[in-house]
């Protein structure tokens, strides 16, 4: 569920536009957390553990602040960072934006925009193809729920730890499973171990 | 029960009007010791008239309608008593209520399904239940009494007694990640054995549960621990 989870940052003193934004994006039917803001040194302080995946922005938040911006963008590099666009800005300007949100834009537009993000993020994660462990990520679950450390699993299947790491995110993100007690009965209803070999 | 609907609670609302309209609402009231029979008092007046303070009571009630903190809230030290009581008794809610509620419904399913997943399932909730307990412990003989003595300012806490912030979140995160997992095994994992009611009421349980958590791990994080972090500076 949390790898569906959109936080969305809006940075934009008008409060009409904040409110209409906010509910574009809640009618496009993501799950997603809307943070409202008021200036930028914010991004740093106040959203503390949860990472922002948009920043919707006017640009006047910005003019005068490009150093401190692009240190900012350059802090936060997953996020995207999108211009809220209204009147009239310099070129230059809006080109220190990711991504341009036009006013004038249709509800759908913004939709797309938010599914394209998602769509990237599952591409990255689990791609579209079912969600079907490959046979080293089921060695690596076996080893996993004897309660093999992770370092023990290298050594076994003659692999780096970094690997074994990168194994686990991808089983845990194919199963939706994190804990170690919730992959070995995973395992069990998969048939992938027998109860009987848990128990021993 | 969740809401997904926009209804934005102000100080001015009756309370008899928010609870038709979202009654898990009742818990917010039970948490801060409130009668449910509040006539056509509106929020103002019954936090007034029980020393609670009207900013806490609005905004774990908008977190309840879904509204997250938007960090424009004027909060001070002196809500510090209200933003415990709540969470004190929503300890007490989850350890003697909500839990061994869960903790029943699945010795049900295990009756309909006695298969050995079903078995590993209760096994995995009382390890977890046991973890949230420690947790909880923490934040009541801990936690608690270091932000009570900072409210109180009658000295600073020594070093041994102090909390981390960081800890917290760590608790937090697990918590609320257990629970998925536990929601993601009896929908995608486990196969049904007449089981389905009882199935159904146990993944709605647990959302509650992950619902009502979400709400209390915010509280903690977003108004509580600022408040203590401001009160911490004023005091060294």
């Known amino acids: ?200 | 029960m969740y809401r997904t609907e926009k209804y934005y609670i102000k100080a001015e609302m009756k309370i008899s009007d928010l609870i038709f309209d979202n009654p898990s609402l009742l818990l917010l009231l039970e948490n801060l010791e409130l009668d449910f029979t509040t006539g056509e008092r509106t929020i103002e007046q019954v936090c007034h008239e029980k020393k609670i303070s009207t900013a806490v009571f609005i905004s774990i009630a908008n977190l309840f309608n879904g509204f997250y903190p938007t960090g424009e809230e004027q909060f001070s030290s002196a809500d510090i008593p209200t933003i415990i009581k709540y969470l004190k008794n929503a300890h007490n809610y989850y350890e003697n209520e909500k839990y061994p509620e869960i903790r029943n419904c699945i010795e049900e399913l295990y009756k309909k399904n006695s298969s050995p997943e079903i078995q590993l399932v209760g096994k995995f909730f009382d390890e977890y239940f046991k973890e949230v307990k420690e947790h909880l412990a923490y934040e009541d003989k801990v936690a608690f009494p270091y932000f009570y003595k900072l409210y109180n300012s009658a000295s600073t806490p020594q070093e041994n007694e102090k909390y981390s912030s960081n800890e917290y979140h760590d608790h937090h995160s697990d918590i609320e990640s257990k629970l998925t997992d536990l929601k993601e095994l009896l929908l995608k994992h486990i196969t049904v054995k007449d089981d389905r009611i009882i199935r159904r009421k146990i993944i709605i349980s647990l959302s509650d549960l992950e619902h009502d958590l979400n709400i209390h791990s915010t509280i903690e994080e977003t108004i509580l621990i600022p408040i203590v972090s401001q009160l911490e500076k004023k005091i060294v």
């Open chain 1, 1 to 200: 569920m949390s790898k569906s989870l959109i936080n969305i940052a809006i940075l934009e003193p008008s409060q009409i536009i904040t409110e209409g934004l906010s509910n574009i994006l809640l009618k496009t039917g993501t799950y997603s957390k809307i943070f409202k803001i008021d200036s930028l040194n914010e991004f740093n302080t106040k959203l503390f553990g949860s990472q922002i995946d948009i920043a919707i922005i006017n640009p006047n938040q910005i003019q005068n602040k490009l150093k401190e911006f692009s240190l900012l963008k350059k802090s936060l590099p997953n996020t995207l960072w999108t211009g809220l666009v209204y009147t009239f800005f310099d070129q230059t300007l809006l080109a220190q934006f990711d991504k341009i949100i036009n006013i004038t834009d249709s509800p759908e537009s913004i939709g797309e925009l938010i599914h394209k993000i998602k769509n990237a993020d599952y591409h990255s994660v689990t791609g579209n193809e079912i969600e079907q462990l490959s046979e080293r990520e089921i060695e690596v679950l076996k080893l996993l729920i004897k309660g093999l450390s992770n370092k023990e699993i290298g050594d076994k299947l003659n692999i780096s730890i970094h690997t074994v790491i990168s194994h686990r995110k991808n089983i845990s993100q194919k199963t939706g499973i994190k804990s170690q007690a919730g992959l070995t009965i995973y395992a069990i209803s998969n048939k992938i171990v027998q109860i009987e070999d848990y128990l021993t």
